[in-house]
């Protein structure tokens, strides 16, 4: 048992939780600039070539301004719960294209129960083998799970919105209208720059690859975080160390962190949610050591290495 109180008393006694308006600006810059000009380039060139690559950095860069309304749902960037939502909709929402509200309220399930049975809405199906045979060719899948999850990467975008707007119809209120505006506004957008730039068939066709490409870039983002790692039973009491030993980290090299939006940081981010993710590097060097203290496993590895970790569990699963 393990109350982390030392540890948090090492971390709230120091800056760490101190907000980063500077970053979060500078960030918010530099991925606006690159998701404008991304758009810009379907304007300037009808080389398909050229256009492929300008999908890619599009992707790249709103999916990124998605990994800002991530913060923003955590209240990491604002003091104010109140400028943290209204610029998490704008980001999570208008941009993104994923209802703001609803990653709120599964996220916040899923940090209070990461990897506990049906408690988590992440990925529940992943720790109930009896879920697929529940169904006309689930065994099958099942038994393949190990390879066919990673092709489930390609429809991750598309499952988020259709979770988003089920969100939404259930129980409507007026801030989820305000959230269906934005995803209407936002699938107007993407659909007429492809449209008008391309003409209707190859329009469309850019953008059914652009939400395949979200849901790989965010599959590969979100995957490393849990799966693999401990699972804690149903009917436990959810301790808060429970956090770290759940999650797995990626080695830390800036082009990591900006990729992966400060996720690689994943013990870090699910023991202090509202800490914003600049302070992460410091922050680890305390958790790492108080682990080490205490005998607490600290998972942190390569990306490669924790797709290894992933594959491995995946089969074992597949032969329950």
Not at 9 to 34: C, D, E, P
Not at 37 to 64: G, K, M
Request: glycine share 6%; hydrophobic share 45%; aromatic share 20%.
């Amino acid at each position: 048992m393990h109350n982390l109180q030392s540890l948090d008393k090492s971390i709230f006694t120091k800056w760490f939780m101190k907000r980063q308006y500077h970053y979060y600006l500078t960030l918010a810059i530099i991925n606006l600039v690159g998701l404008f000009w991304s758009i810009a380039i379907f304007f300037l060139t009808n080389s398909l070539f050229l256009l492929v690559i300008a999908l890619a950095f599009l992707t790249f860069f709103r999916v990124q301004i998605g990994f800002l309304g991530h913060d923003l749902a955590h209240d990491q960037v604002f003091k104010t719960r109140a400028y943290n939502r209204f610029f998490g909709y704008l980001a999570g929402t208008l941009v993104m294209g994923v209802s703001h509200g609803f990653w709120r309220s599964t996220h916040n399930a899923h940090h209070d129960h990461t990897n506990q049975g049906d408690h988590d809405p992440d990925f529940p199906f992943l720790r109930d083998p009896t879920f697929f045979k529940s169904f006309p060719g689930g065994t099958f899948i099942l038994r393949h799970i190990h390879i066919l999850f990673f092709f489930s990467f390609l429809l991750g975008y598309l499952m988020y919105l259709v979770q988003s707007l089920q969100y939404i119809f259930t129980k409507i209120t007026p801030v989820k209208i305000y959230e269906l505006l934005l995803l209407l506004v936002n699938f107007i957008a993407y659909s007429s720059l492809f449209i008008y730039t391309m003409g209707l068939i190859q329009g469309i066709t850019f953008l059914v690859l652009h939400f395949v490409f979200i849901g790989i870039y965010m599959g590969i983002s979100f995957a490393p975080n849990h799966l693999g790692m401990e699972e804690i039973h149903q009917d436990d009491t959810y301790e808060r160390y429970f956090q770290i030993i759940t999650s797995r980290n990626l080695y830390p090299w800036f082009w990591v962190n900006y990729i992966f939006g400060g996720l690689n940081y994943q013990i870090e981010h699910h023991l202090y949610q509202t800490m914003p993710r600049k302070n992460y590097p410091e922050v680890a060097k305390v958790v790492k050591l108080y682990c080490a203290e205490q005998n607490i496993p600290y998972r942190e590895t390569t990306f490669w290495e924790s797709y290894k970790e992933i594959y491995i569990s995946l089969k074992h699963f597949s032969k329950s």
